[in-house]
């Protein structure tokens, strides 16, 4: 067994857990509780040296309440939800305003967490704040030698060019990052018109429960006919919506059953949602991939019209209904609809997990890199589809996966 000082090397066990109590707070665990939970656990049973029992089959059993005997080539809950929280980890340290925080990291192959200061920069170089941004310094660093000397200036030339070239490749890295973002909605954000963001609509309650102002404990249950929004359609839009916002983008919402054609053809629009979007299914029907479902609505798929029957991005309801646990599947796409002669954006997964990983894939600079490697590598052509996979483990999406992609 490692030492527990070994472990932790040099920051204390309070300051770690200050700084898990930081990171869960965050966005990116706050509004989950499987991923807390499971960080938590790997943390403090590394705090207390008992690295032994951060196994994949014994976190299946302590977090996930799976049987002892489960079958972890079947269920990779442990697997994909560590996926997930390295990738959040990593979001959060991306933050400057997290740069000078101890880092916690959980690295890949393994379930045992580490625990460092931020890594001091070799070769006397020091990455300070600047008001616009962190910015690499060289430092004096010590020497016994002459000051002067030709070893010395050598060396100083080194590190120069070290620092030049990681700054480059930095700067590049950066470009590319929102080079991705850019190229896909470019040919939305450069239409003069509004967009429309076209969103499923759902009839939830014939009644509504408002509270009274004077005693908000006291409820009134009232006749009404609402219509609502699934939450991860919603996150969804937001996400969408924030892409818009921040490039100055004006935006409208409307839902399905309120939308018309006159509606579409007055701009571009972002369609979320597939099965309870029909204009979701108009618009990507004819396309190469497109949604397909039984008589009964009990299995639902995503089919390539270059290979009809032969179904295999399906979603059995029956299975999701009685197990959370199931692998769902979504189109994203971006072409001229030829009704409208307008551009149309799709996010639409089969169930509400696959939109929800839609909206992430379409608004993160990584994830659409790839998308867009693809499409240079197809020729550059202006319309493009993908379709995605993810597991969902109780209820929860896990990090998207591009299954196929066309270009025309």
């Known amino acids: 067994m490692r030492d527990q000082q070994d472990l932790i090397e040099e920051p204390g066990v309070d300051a770690v857990r200050d700084e898990l109590d ?79 925080e101890l880092r916690i990291s959980l690295p890949s192959g393994s379930y045992v967490p580490q625990f460092h200061w931020p890594s001091s920069s070799p ?46 490749v930095s700067w590049v890295w950066q470009r590319s990052r929102l080079t991705a973002i850019d190229s896909f909605w470019q040919p939305v954000l450069s239409r003069a018109e509004p967009v429309l963001v076209c969103v499923a609509d759902q009839l939830e309650y014939s009644v509504i429960e408002l509270r009274d102002a004077a005693d908000p404990s006291h409820q009134f249950v009232l006749k009404d006919n609402l219509t609502a929004m699934v939450i991860d359609d919603l996150d969804a839009v937001v996400k969408a919506a924030g892409i818009l916002q921040s490039r100055g983008k004006q935006y409208g919402l409307k839902g399905e059953g309120a939308t018309n054609l006159d509606d579409l053809r007055r701009g571009p629009t972002v369609f979320v949602g597939a099965f309870d979007n029909a204009w979701t299914l108009r618009l990507t029907g004819p396309l190469r991939y497109h949604f397909a479902n039984d008589a009964t609505m009990t299995r639902l798929w995503i089919e390539d019209s270059r290979a009809p029957g032969q179904s295999k991005w399906v ?94």
């Open 22 to 100: 930081r990171l869960l707070a965050s966005p990116f665990f706050n509004h989950s509780r499987r991923f807390p939970n499971f960080l938590r656990f790997v943390v403090e049973r590394t705090l207390a040296g008992d690295i032994e029992k951060i196994k994949e089959r014994t976190l299946g059993i302590e977090i996930f309440g799976r049987d002892a005997d489960y079958d972890t080539a079947t269920d990779p809950i442990v697997r994909v939800t560590a996926a997930e929280i390295r990738k959040r980890v990593a979001q959060y340290y991306q933050d400057p305003a997290h740069s000078k």
């Open 315 to 408: 979603v059995d309801r029956s299975v999701q209904m009685a197990t959370n646990n199931y692998r769902d599947y979504a189109i994203v796409a971006r072409f001229t609809d030829s009704n409208t002669g307008q551009v149309a954006v799709v996010i639409a997964g089969i169930g509400r997990g696959g939109t929800r990983v839609a909206g992430e894939f379409l608004t993160d600079n990584s994830d659409l890199a790839q998308l867009m490697r693809a499409a240079k590598q197809g020729g550059d052509k202006k319309n493009m589809e993908a379709v995605l996979s993810t597991q969902i483990i109780d209820g929860e999406p896990g990090s998207p996966k591009m299954e196929a992609v066309y270009f025309w």
């Open 123 to 168: 070769m006397g170089v020091a990455v300070r704040e600047h008001d616009a941004g962190p910015v690499a310094v060289l430092e004096p660093i010590p020497s016994a030698e002459p000051h002067g000397s030709f070893r010395t200036v050598l060396r100083w030339s080194a590190v120069c060019l070290l620092v030049l070239a990681a700054l480059a």
